[in-house]
């Protein structure tokens, strides 16, 4: 029998060359790899003059070089891979703790998609003689009858090379085959900055890329001018990891051990920690379990998109989506926009818009570590992996255990918790009922080996979630007792303590609800009794009106001269206790949280203070004028005359009280200086503005003045009104504090001014000190409409 062999035209060369590979960063990723494999630290990626394809690409890496013997049986052993046999030298691997980033063996004819010709010097040890290799790219294409094999390159030592060569290799790519501008090596760097995972054990952490074009200096100067430093091409790549943004979204993390037996699932919402689980395995392939795999996955709220376009310089619509590493580098081109969904995540968006995340929702990375043979790049070197059962498994694994649990919270809880957007630094704010339904629901996947969660999602309890707890409970107990888990045991007991806490709740607000019932009645009939001495006391308020020409819309204080509404008395009556209550919502807060030995910062402690403060001004505010003046109106936003309420109040009420309050017992004199007959009308609340005037007042009084003095500028856009007094006054060392929070030079609060700088600018007015050299002080307030 004769024996026949196949016979190899010089064509092969562009098949797995320029053909093959089809990408010009895919090109310059493969060469970057190849240093990376020869263990260099640093790899500098040089275009001269690239703006004509007369120009050239530099690869240069201080790896561990190659001699006569490795050119020979490795570097022209075309489709051989000396690192997927296993013929490197393990001794390097083992001191880089590198794992190879390529094992295909083609990805040498990067060169020829890049540029015609190629010199390669090389070596190994500086006392060698440096190795030279030269390949005409376009001698292999003249012929195709002629074999492969039979085309020549040149090789030869040389003492001397026009570059600064110690150990390792450069490669020399000239005649280049496409034009590299501005636009085109800002792309690169971009996508060079997602090459290398830094997050990725494989000694990514000591392998530096460099990008230069010293052509294009000037317009990097430019860009630098303008303030955007993120458009600079020159200079270190700086690799991409998504968890520096800090993102305030909701992020996952899953991860599969080494051996494939157990999966770790943490999901934080806003940087707040939800739960942490441990279950079994259950994905497999080919008989074997995936392993040695971590997922971290990022959903996109509004406030996240905003934040990285700003830190990126990119909207992350033009950035891309999920990403794949294997061992390190980038599997091109997963996660790129337009071509890179392999997953189908926006197939299934569409499926369920309002339910389902697509490309456009998220941004994250799936890592696959070790040797993980099974996921092989595809040859294309943009195809990104081989369809094959290991891909399929990985696909499941990511739809059904990473997006799916994130979509659950961040969709679920989240979005349909009607807190699209909200401060992670306010308790109230998280979404305890849905979270606790979501915690109870994820309780009931097998093979859970334990369990944990934020206790902070206990801290409210409804008739609604009574029942998601009693179920958690049961579904904890069961894990417990399988996993033999006493921290798990600690957390049934706080759910057992809440419970009984809930029930003694629920029956103590049953009787104050009979109770509150029964004054209700008393109450009603206390208003029936007085409705007719009521409407006899609102004829003599109209006889009176209509003696001094007065209208009752003109005024807001004047049922001060009948005795008071038994209505608004008990109108009276529920906001105190409603505002009582939110004080004592404050201080149990505040206990609960030094009960149960959680941290406190003194920041969020001033916070609480300063609400409960504002409270207790609004309650203080209210008491002084319930009985003046209609209190149906003063919790209310209203539209009325301003300056006909501002001036009321202050000679109705604070004249009065201030001369009778036993603090201060004083004669205070109240001047108004405006005699012009003015209005102005806007939306305001009289309880703020109330609190504002008694906060100015007070001050004066505790200041020794005994005369205040108000004067109004009125025009169609602005109601001016200056508050001066002639009391000590305010040192000028301290002019610039005065509205900070906590800040007092008496025995008082410090949120005096405090609050009525946030009321003010709550309304699009300002409050501020005057310039006044005169003793005293003075205050310009400016209240503005539309």
Same mark, same amino acid.
């Given at each position: 029998?004769?024996?026949?062999?196949?016979?190899?035209?010089?064509?092969?060369?562009?098949?797995?060359?320029?053909?093959?590979?089809?990408?010009?960063?895919?090109?310059?990723?493969?060469?970057?790899?190849?240093?990376?494999?020869?263990?260099?630290?640093?790899?500098?990626?040089?275009?001269?003059?690239?703006?004509?394809?007369?120009?050239?690409?530099i690869i240069a890496d201080n790896g561990k070089g190659m001699d006569l013997v490795d050119f020979e049986d490795k570097w022209l052993f075309v489709a051989y891979s000396a690192k997927k046999e296993g013929t490197e030298d393990y001794r390097d691997?083992?001191?880089?703790?590198?794992?190879?980033?390529?094992?295909?063996?083609?990805?040498?004819?990067?060169?020829?998609?890049?540029?015609?010709?190629?010199?390669?010097?090389?070596?190994?040890?500086?006392?060698?003689? !440096?190795?030279?290799?030269?390949?005409?790219?376009?001698?292999?294409?003249?012929?195709?009858?002629?074999?492969?094999?039979?085309?020549?390159?040149?090789?030869?030592?040389?003492?001397?090379?026009?570059?600064?060569?110690?150990?390792?290799?450069?490669?020399?790519?000239?005649?280049?085959?496409?034009?590299?501008?501005?636009?085109?090596?800002?792309?690169?760097?971009?996508?060079?900055?997602?090459?290398?995972?830094?997050?990725?054990?494989n000694g990514a952490n000591s392998f530096s890329i460099f990008l230069q074009a010293a052509y294009l200096k000037n317009a990097d100067n430019e860009v630098i001018k303008s303030g955007k430093s993120d458009l600079v091409i020159n200079g270190k790549?700086?690799?991409?990891?998504?968890?520096?943004?800090?993102?305030?979204?909701?992020?996952?993390?899953?991860?599969?051990?080494?051996?494939?037996?157990?999966?770790?699932?943490?999901?934080?919402?806003?940087?707040?920690?939800?739960?942490?689980?441990?279950?079994?395995?259950?994905?497999?392939?080919?008989?074997?379990?995936?392993?040695?795999?971590?997922?971290?996955?990022?959903?996109?709220?509004?406030?996240?998109?905003?934040? /990285?376009?700003?830190?990126?310089?990119?909207?992350?619509?033009? /950035?891309?989506?999920?990403?794949?590493?294997?061992?390190?580098?980038?599997?091109?081109?997963?996660?790129?926009?337009?071509?890179?969904?392999?997953?189908?995540?926006?197939?299934?968006?569409q499926q369920g818009t309002s339910r389902f995340f697509g490309t456009r929702d998220l941004i994250g990375r799936i890592e696959i570590n070790g040797v993980n043979d099974g996921f092989q790049e595809a040859s294309s070197r943009d195809g990104g992996?081989?369809?094959?059962?290991?891909?399929?498994?990985?696909?499941?694994?990511?739809?059904?255990?990473?997006?799916?649990?994130?979509?659950?919270?961040?969709?679920?809880?989240?979005?349909?918790?009607?807190?699209?957007?909200?401060?992670?630094?306010?308790?109230?704010?998280?979404? $305890?009922?849905?979270?606790?339904?979501?915690?109870?629901?994820?309780?009931?996947?097998?093979?859970?080996?334990?369990?944990?969660?934020?206790?902070?999602?206990?801290?409210?309890?409804?008739?609604?979630?009574?029942?998601?707890?009693?179920?958690?409970?049961?579904?904890?107990?069961?894990?417990?007792?399988?996993?033999?888990?006493?921290?798990?045991?600690?957390?049934?007991?706080?759910?057992?303590?809440?419970?009984?806490?809930?029930?003694?709740?629920?029956?103590?607000?049953?009787?104050?609800? $009979?109770?509150?019932?029964?004054?209700?009645?008393?109450?009603?009939?206390?208003? #029936?009794?007085?409705?007719?001495?009521?409407?006899?006391?609102?004829?003599?308020?109209?006889?009176?009106?209509?003696?001094?020409?007065?209208?009752?819309?003109?005024?807001?204080?004047?049922?001060?001269?009948?005795?008071?509404?038994?209505?608004?008395?008990?109108?009276?009556?529920?906001?105190?206790?409603?505002?009582?209550?939110?004080?004592?919502?404050?201080?149990?807060?505040?206990?609960?949280?030094?009960?149960?030995?959680?941290?406190?910062?003194?920041?969020?402690?001033?916070?609480?203070?300063?609400?409960?403060?504002?409270?207790?001004?609004?309650?203080?505010?209210?008491?002084?004028?319930?009985?003046?003046?209609?209190?149906?109106?003063?919790?209310?936003?209203?539209?009325?005359?301003?300056?006909?309420?501002?001036?009321?109040?202050?000679?109705?009420?604070?004249?009065?009280?201030?001369?009778?309050?036993?603090?201060?017992?004083?004669?205070?004199?109240?001047?108004?200086?405006?005699?012009?007959?003015?209005?102005?009308?806007?939306?305001?609340?009289?309880?703020?503005?109330?609190?504002?005037?008694?906060?100015?007042?007070?001050?004066?009084?505790?200041?020794?003045?005994?005369? !205040?003095?108000?004067?109004?500028?009125?025009?169609?856009?602005?109601? $001016?009104?200056?508050?001066?007094?002639?009391?000590?006054?305010?040192?000028?060392?301290? #002019?610039?504090?005065?509205?900070?929070?906590?800040?007092?030079?008496?025995?008082?609060?410090?949120?005096?001014?405090?609050?009525?700088?946030?009321?003010?600018?709550?309304?699009?007015?300002?409050?501020?000190?005057?310039?006044?050299?005169?003793?005293?002080?003075?205050?310009?307030?400016?209240?503005?409409?539309?």
């Amino acid at each position: 029998m004769t024996k026949k062999y196949f016979k190899i035209s010089s064509s092969l060369k562009n098949i797995i060359g320029k053909d093959l590979i089809s990408d010009d960063f895919v090109a310059i990723f493969e060469l970057v790899k190849n240093s990376f494999d020869a263990n260099a630290k640093k790899v500098d990626v040089i275009f001269n003059d690239a703006l004509a394809k007369s120009g050239s690409i530099i690869i240069a890496d201080n790896g561990k070089g190659m001699d006569l013997v490795d050119f020979e049986d490795k570097w022209l052993f075309v489709a051989y891979s000396a690192k997927k046999e296993g013929t490197e030298d393990y001794r390097d691997e083992i001191k880089s703790k590198r794992i190879y980033a390529g094992a295909k063996g083609i990805g040498r004819f990067s060169c020829d998609r890049l540029g015609q010709k190629l010199v390669i010097y090389s070596r190994k040890n500086e006392n060698e003689a !440096i190795s030279k290799l030269t390949v005409n790219w376009n001698e292999f294409e003249e012929d195709t009858q002629t074999k492969f094999e039979k085309i020549p390159v040149s090789y030869e030592t040389v003492d001397y090379c026009d570059y600064d060569l110690k150990i390792g290799t450069i490669l020399e790519i000239s005649a280049i085959r496409s034009t590299w501008d501005a636009e085109k090596l800002r792309d690169l760097r971009r996508s060079l900055e997602k090459l290398i995972n830094p997050g990725q054990s494989n000694g990514a952490n000591s392998f530096s890329i460099f990008l230069q074009a010293a052509y294009l200096k000037n317009a990097d100067n430019e860009v630098i001018k303008s303030g955007k430093s993120d458009l600079v091409i020159n200079g270190k790549i700086q690799n991409f990891l998504f968890e520096k943004l800090d993102l305030k979204s909701t992020h996952i993390e899953v991860e599969i051990d080494k051996k494939g037996l157990l999966i770790t699932t943490v999901l934080h919402d806003r940087g707040r920690f939800v739960y942490r689980m441990i279950e079994e395995n259950p994905y497999i392939y080919e008989d074997k379990k995936l392993s040695n795999i971590k997922a971290h996955l990022f959903s996109l709220n509004q406030e996240s998109k905003t934040m /990285f376009t700003k830190y990126m310089g990119v909207r992350p619509v033009n /950035f891309g989506s999920v990403f794949v590493y294997k061992n390190g580098f980038r599997v091109h081109p997963i996660g790129e926009i337009g071509r890179g969904d392999v997953f189908g995540l926006d197939g299934r968006k569409q499926q369920g818009t309002s339910r389902f995340f697509g490309t456009r929702d998220l941004i994250g990375r799936i890592e696959i570590n070790g040797v993980n043979d099974g996921f092989q790049e595809a040859s294309s070197r943009d195809g990104g992996l081989v369809r094959n059962s290991a891909f399929h498994s990985l696909d499941e694994f990511f739809i059904e255990h990473v997006l799916k649990r994130l979509e659950r919270f961040a969709i679920g809880v989240v979005r349909y918790g009607n807190i699209e957007e909200f401060d992670i630094r306010n308790v109230s704010d998280f979404p $305890k009922e849905k979270a606790l339904e979501f915690i109870e629901a994820l309780t009931k996947s097998e093979g859970i080996h334990d369990i944990e969660f934020n206790s902070d999602i206990f801290d409210v309890i409804s008739n609604a979630s009574e029942k998601s707890l009693n179920s958690l409970l049961n579904n904890l107990s069961v894990i417990a007792k399988d996993s033999k888990s006493d921290n798990l045991l600690l957390e049934i007991n706080k759910i057992q303590e809440h419970l009984s806490d809930f029930a003694k709740a629920t029956k103590d607000a049953e009787a104050e609800a $009979k109770a509150e019932k029964q004054k209700r009645k008393e109450a009603e009939q206390l208003a #029936k009794e007085a409705a007719e001495r009521e409407k006899a006391a609102i004829n003599e308020v109209q006889k009176l009106a209509e003696k001094n020409k007065i209208t009752t819309n003109q005024s807001l204080f004047l049922k001060s001269m009948v005795s008071a509404n038994l209505e608004n008395i008990i109108a009276l009556h529920h906001h105190i206790g409603i505002a009582a209550g939110t004080i004592e919502n404050y201080v149990r807060g505040v206990s609960n949280k030094i009960r149960s030995g959680k941290p406190m910062t003194a920041e969020s402690f001033l916070n609480v203070l300063d609400q409960i403060s504002f409270v207790s001004r609004q309650i203080s505010a209210t008491t002084k004028f319930a009985t003046k003046a209609n209190f149906n109106l003063e919790a209310e936003l209203i539209e009325h005359d301003l300056y006909s309420y501002v001036h009321e109040y202050i000679f109705n009420i604070c004249s009065g009280l201030v001369k009778i309050d036993k603090d201060f017992n004083t004669n205070m004199e109240f001047i108004w200086v405006s005699n012009e007959s003015s209005s102005f009308n806007l939306e305001f609340r009289p309880l703020e503005i109330a609190i504002v005037l008694d906060g100015l007042i007070n001050n004066s009084v505790k200041a020794g003045a005994t005369s !205040i003095t108000f004067d109004s500028v009125v025009d169609d856009k602005t109601f $001016k009104l200056i508050v001066k007094d002639n009391g000590s006054g305010i040192k000028e060392s301290i #002019k610039d504090h005065i509205f900070e929070m906590g800040f007092t030079t008496s025995k008082g609060s410090g949120l005096g001014l405090h609050h009525a700088k946030n009321i003010i600018t709550a309304m699009k007015g300002d409050i501020k000190l005057s310039d006044s050299k005169e003793k005293g002080a003075e205050f310009i307030i400016i209240f503005t409409r539309k």
